[in-house]
């Protein structure tokens, strides 16, 4: 997923709690976004809390799933991403 | 309250966490040390651990989410530091994320399934409001945890009062009562009034002198020690006289005497008894006499027992004058007087600590404030003062209307004060036919 060197113009974090349903719900929506929309413009980073509780502890994460976004610029999300124009809007993508 | 519990596992040698969604871990120390925690010095040894969990309430939301990124951590910081003890402060706050009670409900049933699979002992506290604002959910949580505990703060007459009430407690013979309790710099403070045991205090002792002495004879022989007195009088009868004469023959004799005073300063006390010929200025330089004084609209009634009970516990005192109970009733009310002075009789008599209290009364019937019919009960010795009037002067009369264990005179019995202390007129002796029992 993304590419591994070179320009990266998104680059986000998803923090889940393992298989919990809105987690995977999360997952596969935000990859489904960025194979369609991003195509080797990003990078995602998936976290699972539950295995690294202490980077969520340092980003706050309290509730999961979490998706910051880190460039172009920071935004944090909470949810399952259901919402894909929501997201294609925060992204500037779509308006 | 939570943070007490958990201070006191980890003074324990138990690793313990405290995720606090309010205040940040800063703060937490701080009202720590308030109440004589230092948490700070437990920090370094790893038994405790102070989170701050920031709930951002800006943050876009985009379907549905779960607190399980908070259980994540509270796990793996869990097991890293081996706690099994758990305190989640306001998580009304985190909470408040979600926008219906259903979702808030169904964290509350993820949560706890969760606690009981990770076998945690929690602590969780929220903050609940008078209907009809709604209390996010938290009336399932009632149902969920197996002890629920009501904390409340009223203000009666301007004065304060915390109670807590323990809800549910599951396989506990708890007592459902509201208790009264005290945040100090000790910590909390639980004095329930109800948890006295009529049974355990010790009757009272010996015979110890009055002071005066042809009241010792009234009374067949003195107070008995450890015993609860009042007397009770208009003002100018004597009262405070008595109550002195008393605290000079105990000290005279080598024993301790607290003087709790609602009224007046030690000099006042001391100026105002010379007069009499009562010596309080070198008992009181002697350490034999110490004074309380208080003011009772200051505090609620706990803390004026708290104080009170503190300095009894490092003074020990054999004998404790209260000067003057009518006065109890400006910490607040009635109820606040008699709760008061019920809990401070008890502890006196199981002490074995004589209490001497005086009240003013504001009518003719001698014992007609509230504060003495509601404890004229659990009195052991009563005596009123009286002014009557011979024609041509005022004199003043004493009547002992009670005296338990003693053989005491039952006659309007005259008295004077005079330049030595109060003086009695007609001299009852013990054969006397007259004498009473109760």
Known sequence: MGTPDGFCEYRMRLFVAGTERNSVMAYNNITNICRTHLQDKYTLEIIDVFKNHA?????????APTLIIDTPFRETIIGNLENEHQILTILGIKP | ????????????????????????????????VTVGMDITALEQTGHFFVWQAAVDHTLMKNGDFSIDALLAIIQGKARQLDAQIIMIDALDVLLR??????????????????????????????????????????????????CVIFLDLRVRQQVATRRIRVVKYRGSGFTP?????????????????TSIELTAYPPPGPFVSTGISGLDTALGGGYRHGAAIVISGDSGTGKTT?????AACCCDAGQQVLFVSFEESPPAIIDSMLSPGIDLQSAAESGNVQFHIALPEALGPEEHLFSLLQKIARFKPEHLIIDSISACRRMGSDTAAFDFLVRLIYTCKMKQITCLMTDQTLSESPFATTATAAISSICDTMIALNFIDTGDRIDREMIVIKSRGTHHSRKHENFHISDNGVLFLSKTTEKDADNGHS
């Not at chain 2, 208790?179 to 009034?193: A, E, F, K, M």
């Not at chain 2, 008595?242 to 008393?246: E, H, L, N, T």
């Open chain 1, 55 to 63: 980077a969520a502890m340092a980003e706050n994460i309290l509730l």
């Open chain 2, 242 to 246: 008595f109550a002195a004469s008393f």
């Open chain 2, 177 to 193: 009562n509201e208790h009264p309790y005290l945040i100090t710099r000790q910590g909390i403070s639980v004095l329930p009034i």
């Open chain 2, 1 to 32: 309250m939570g943070l007490q519990f958990l201070y006191h596992a980890a003074v324990g040698g138990k690793a313990v966490l405290f995720v606090s969604f309010e205040e940040s871990a800063a703060a937490v120390r701080q009202n720590a």
């Open chain 2, 97 to 146: 994320v979600f926008n219906d009670t259903e979702q808030r409900e169904d964290q509350l049933y993820r949560l706890n399934t969760w606690l009981k699979d990770q076998q945690f002992t929690c602590i969780l506290t929220t903050k609940v409001f008078p209907p009809p604002k709604q209390n996010l959910g938290f009336d399932v949580a009632d149902y969920m945890a197996d």
